[in-house]
């Protein structure tokens, strides 16, 4: 069991979502916190200035941001305790009509910008056996339509994370990912369509989902307790495990529950 009090926490996509009420938990509870995020001002409007946070502009996808991200983490602080690889993006296209620059571009995000933060802080991580996490998705197990991008960057994610840990398993350090299920936040506003621009709305009534703030308190719990992957809500366990033992019928029982979506891009092949 590892407390957060006092522990440096590196969070990655901090101005919105389940990034933000993260960082706001940790806060909360002792934490010291860095935060990244493009926009400065934005993430910096989130949070009250404290002596506990740092605000850094960092754009994952941009290795030199992040090795200066855990550079500017350890000098104020000496060091990372906990880091979650938590900025990302969607999409909603169908591959056939999408243009491949998004699909590089959420690599680019959720991949790439994971193995960057990672690999910078790793060696303060295991100097203070600490965590490694990453936020993945029901769609790092299985495949999900109108989103082909985004699950091979979270299948991505959770193969490179899955070895690390592994490299690790020895070392006193600890390496796990956490996947939400669908999480009230901006994600489907910004997610891609298929020429790269935003989609503005998001296809769920996003009253009706997990708040950020549950699933921040499900994740900082998880990493208190050097859990090795969570998969967080009842619908996302049970596509997780159907997927497994019947492979087949889950890929109707996912085509359906997408294509029932409102807008969805399915009916092209209905
Ligand atoms: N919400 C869900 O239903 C859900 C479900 C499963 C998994 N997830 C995962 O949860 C994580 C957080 O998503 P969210 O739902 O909280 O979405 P969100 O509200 O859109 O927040 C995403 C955060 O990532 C940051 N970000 C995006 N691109 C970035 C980049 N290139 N460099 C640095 N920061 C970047 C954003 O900041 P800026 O735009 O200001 O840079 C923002 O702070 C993602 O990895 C997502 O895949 C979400």
Not at 90 to 113: H, P, T, Y
Not at 170 to 198: C, E, L, Q
């Amino acid at each position: 069991m590892l407390s957060i009090e006092n522990k440096v926490v590196v969070i990655t996509g901090g101005s919105s979502g389940i990034g933000r009420a993260l960082a706001a938990a940790a806060l909360e509870h002792g934490a010291k916190v860095a935060v990244c995020g493009r926009d400065l001002e934005k993430l910096q409007g989130n949070f009250t200035p404290t002596a506990s946070l740092l605000c850094f502009k960092a754009d994952v996808v941009n290795e030199a941001d992040c090795k200066a991200f855990i550079a500017a983490v350890v000098q104020k602080w000496g060091g990372v305790d906990v880091l979650v690889n938590n900025a990302g993006i969607s999409m909603r296209a169908l591959f056939q009509d999408v243009d491949l620059a998004v699909i590089k571009e959420l690599m680019d995000v959720n991949f790439w910008g994971t193995v960057y933060c990672t690999r910078y802080a790793l060696p303060s991580v295991l100097e203070r056996k600490g965590v490694v996490a990453g936020v993945s998705s029901v769609a790092g197990y299985r495949g999900l339509p109108g989103r082909t991008g985004y699950s091979a960057s979270k299948f991505a994610m959770q193969g490179f994370l899955e070895a690390l840990r592994t490299e690790l398993l020895y070392s006193g350090a600890h390496v796990m990912w956490v996947s939400p299920g669908f999480t009230a936040s901006n994600i489907r506003n910004v997610a891609r369509s298929s020429d790269g621009s935003a989609q503005a709305e998001t296809p769920l009534d996003e009253q009706k989902l997990m708040t950020a703030e549950e699933c921040a308190h499900i994740i900082l719990k998880g990493i208190e307790k050097r859990k090795r992957t969570i998969v967080m809500t009842r619908q996302g366990k049970l596509a997780v495990w159907m997927n497994k033992l019947f492979p087949g019928i889950t890929d109707r029982l996912v085509y359906k529950h997408f294509l029932n979506e409102p807008d969805s891009p399915l009916k092209k092949y209905h």
